[in-house]
Nanobody, 121 residues
Framework: QVQLVESGGGLVQPGGSLRLSCTVS????????IGWYRRVAGNQREFVAA???????NYDGSAKGRCTISRDNAKNTGYLQMNSLKPEDAAVYYC???????????????WGQGTQVTVSS
């Protein structure tokens, strides 16, 4: 059973920083992509950033320049460093992993439970 567990959310003042972590556990072959979405209350989930196992990354326009995605393949963990946070960044942040359970099989998407980020003074 593949599981993703996020951590690192919390309350931060405007202009502050947070680092979210997402660890993938279970039995699998590799994780081609690991990324982050967020959901502001009442809105749809929106893409933030993603990174491939080879290091290529892409960002939503609003995240670019303020967020940095990274991953430690040896630890099966992805990170999202968020700087200069604004009140409108407050949301539940979800990690997802495109996970290949066995070599030669297509990867499937798995999601974490979400971690709350609150930006307020």
């Amino acid at each position: 059973q593949v599981q993703l567990v996020e951590s690192g959310g919390g309350l931060v003042q405007p202009g502050g920083s947070l680092r979210l972590s997402c660890t993938v556990s279970g039995k699998f072959y590799n994780i081609p992509t690991i990324g982050w979405y967020r959901r502001v209350a009442g809105n749809q989930r929106e893409f933030v950033a993603a990174m491939a196992s080879g290091g290529g990354s892409n960002y939503d326009g609003s995240a670019k320049g303020r967020c940095t995605i990274s991953r430690d393949n040896a630890k099966n963990t992805g990170y999202l460093q968020m700087n200069s946070l604004k009140p409108e960044d407050a949301a539940v942040y979800y990690c997802y992993g495109s996970v290949r359970k066995k070599a030669g099989q297509p990867a499937e998407d798995y999601w974490g439970q979400g971690t709350q980020v609150t930006v307020s003074s």
